[in-house]
């Protein structure tokens, strides 16, 4: 389903993708309801590097996500959180938060700005009522839904939401909602999260991370605005072994060597994909609209389906330019004024 970085592209469906941005752009132009210079999205996605955005995972050491994250908050967007999960893969919540902690540190401790801490957020899986119904789920009032309804509240605009970036178990993201159904007018989710299905008929929303929590999954996709980004790649060449001594002489620098061999080379564990398709807009280049279907047995381990439909009111993620990611890491990374806000 994906590819090591290079020039290649994943998955499907561009033109036409491309020929509706387009269209939105001139209605927009046109004296529609949009202002150009404010509301109309600069990529294929209801959002991009101008909405404020929350991050979310459970182990550090895997993938590049927070050091996406890190940067991309550092280099003009709003990174206005982070929350530490503990999950299957990752049951330590104490060994998670302290390697997030420690990156936030090597960030700091480097020049960087606008850097957040990691808070802990344990919930336990959300249970499907027997009666079915999403409103009937029991809540856990966990730390990091507070974090997502408070930041909301802060930061978000009616044109420019928060994004929560997950590459893990959604249940605080749902569980935000069982504590306050209007974060949903808040908030948009896009998730490091399945797979798209062969056919091209939609995708699943099972591993990578969709099978942690799926009635989570359920109570996301029907409630928010959701964005599942399905394609990944081969994350061990955005620092190749080749290119360490190119690294900072900084903290930060040195904390992505040290975590460099580290990093997973299976191609579904590229969480980062999340971040990179809410901030960066030229990294997507191929969408899908989707629609759930019927809501299935969660206690199966089995979550929804997302079906294909030009008219569905989610979005799905099936192609991008892998090329980018290294190229806007390192971009980053080696421009002086990203370790120039401290001294």
Known sequence: MSGPLGSHVLGRKTASCCVAVLAMGLLACEGG???????????????????????????????WQGEYALLLGNSGSVLAGIIVKDSGPWPSIDYNLAGWRAMVEAAKAGGMGNVPDPIPSVGAVLVQPADG???????????????????SRRL????????????????????????DHTVTDRVVVVAS??????????????????????WADAIVVRKFRY?????????????????????????????????QSKIWGDNLAADQVSVLAAA???????????????????SAGQGPLLRADPNGGNWLVTQATSSLAATRFWQMLLDPSTFSAYP
Do not use: C
């Open 33 to 63: 309801t949009l202002d150009a210079g404010s509301d109309t999205p600069h990529g294929l996605l209801p959002v991009d590097e101008r909405n404020p955005f929350l991050v979310m995972n459970d182990g550090y050491s895997d993938n």
């Open 133 to 151: 119904e999403i409103d009937s789920t029991q809540p856990n009032g966990s730390d990091g839904a507070h974090l997502i309804i408070d930041a």
């Open 156 to 179: 978000s605009l009616p044109y420019r939401p928060l994004v929560i970036a997950s590459a893990t178990r959604m249940t605080d993201i749902a569980d935000a909602y069982l504590l």
């Open 193 to 214: 999260l399945g797979t798209v299905m062969e056919d091209g008929g939609g995708a699943v929303m099972g591993a990578p991370n969709g099978e942690m929590d799926p």
């Open 227 to 259: 964005v599942q980004v399905s394609t990944y790649y081969n994350q061990t060449a955005d620092v190749p072994a080749s290119s360490i001594s190119n690294l900072p002489t900084n903290a930060f620098g040195a904390w992505i060597a040290s975590k």
């Open 280 to 298: 960066v807009p030229t990294f997507v280049v191929g969408v899908d609209r989707i629609d759930v279907g019927d809501l299935p047995d969660a």
